[in-house]
């Protein structure tokens, strides 16, 4: 029955990664109730059906193998992860709301950034500049997702570190702060800038797919994920290639 529970989910993934609402994937896969379905999809996978709406682009499940029922942590190539305890950090940014058909996941996000109301290269430098004395580092943060309308609010900001600085916060900048705890950092590939967008979309498949699902951990909903990009992501320090960090919120499994 769990094999069984876990192929019906899969397509419910596919279902849902096509714009379908969540009650309505529900019903058709037998689960009742928005909460019933959610409920079974967290204690299989280790997260709610969000967050890989959110991330990574779903394909219809492939033929069934036998052999790969029990479970491979561990299996990706050339992606390093460790699990590490955070301290609180603040990231100080530009928020916008999305409402946008097209934008369904964060790894979406890039391909419209020139549509988009927020222009993201002058408010960037606008931030490095006001806040020079903490890490020079980036932030992209999802949060507040309406699953019933794919609605959410996207914060792209800088980590602030350095007290001095603090000082600095204008009026029209948006302040979060990320709780510390256990996370699972994920440094992806180091790869050509070409295929740089890929590789992170890729990383994301990995780890809601493969890594999360049958791991000893579970995806913490009372704090937030995130991408970070430092000086790897700047390629033309190291030869033309990129890399950058995923980090994700985890408990052990209950």
């Known amino acids: 029955m769990a094999y069984v529970t876990r192929r019906k989910l899969e397509f419910a993934l596919y279902d849902l990664s096509q714009g379908r609402k969540v009650i309505d994937v529900a019903m058709d896969y037998g689960f009742g109730t928005h909460a019933g379905f959610t409920k079974a999809f967290k204690k299989c996978f280790?997260?709610?059906p969000s967050l890989f709406h959110m991330h990574v682009s779903a394909q219809p499940p492939g033929k069934p193998a036998i052999g790969l029922i029990q479970s491979n942590i561990g299996g990706m190539k050339n992606m390093h992860v460790q699990i590490v305890e955070k301290e609180s950090f603040l990231v100080v940014g530009f928020e916008?709301?999305?409402?946008?058909p097209q934008v369904k996941r964060v790894s979406d996000i890039p391909?419209?950034?020139?549509?988009?109301s927020l222009e993201f290269g002058p408010l960037l430098s606008r931030l490095h500049h006001t806040f020079t004395l903490s890490e020079h580092c980036e932030?992209?943060?999802c949060y507040n997702v309406d699953e019933s309308t794919g609605e959410f609010s996207w914060l792209l900001g800088v980590g602030v570190d350095n007290r001095e600085d603090l000082g600095k916060i204008e009026a029209d900048m948006?302040?979060?702060?990320?709780p510390g705890g256990l996370y699972a950092v994920f440094t992806t590939p180091r790869v050509p800038e070409q295929e740089y967008p890929q590789s992170i979309a890729d990383t994301w498949r990995e780890i809601l797919t493969k890594w999360l699902p049958d791991s000893p951990y579970e995806y913490d909903e009372s704090r937030l994920d995130f991408e970070?990009?430092?000086?790897?992501d700047h390629a033309w320090l190291?030869?033309?290639t990129c890399q950058m960090e995923i980090a994700i919120p985890v408990r052990k499994r209950s």
């Open 96 to 100: 916008s709301r999305h409402t946008m």
């Open 111 to 116: 391909a419209f950034w020139n549509t988009l």
């Open 139 to 141: 932030y992209s943060v």
């Open 174 to 178: 948006r302040q979060k702060e990320m």
């Open 46 to 48: 280790g997260y709610p």
């Open 228 to 232: 970070r990009y430092d000086e790897r």
């Open 238 to 240: 190291h030869e033309g």
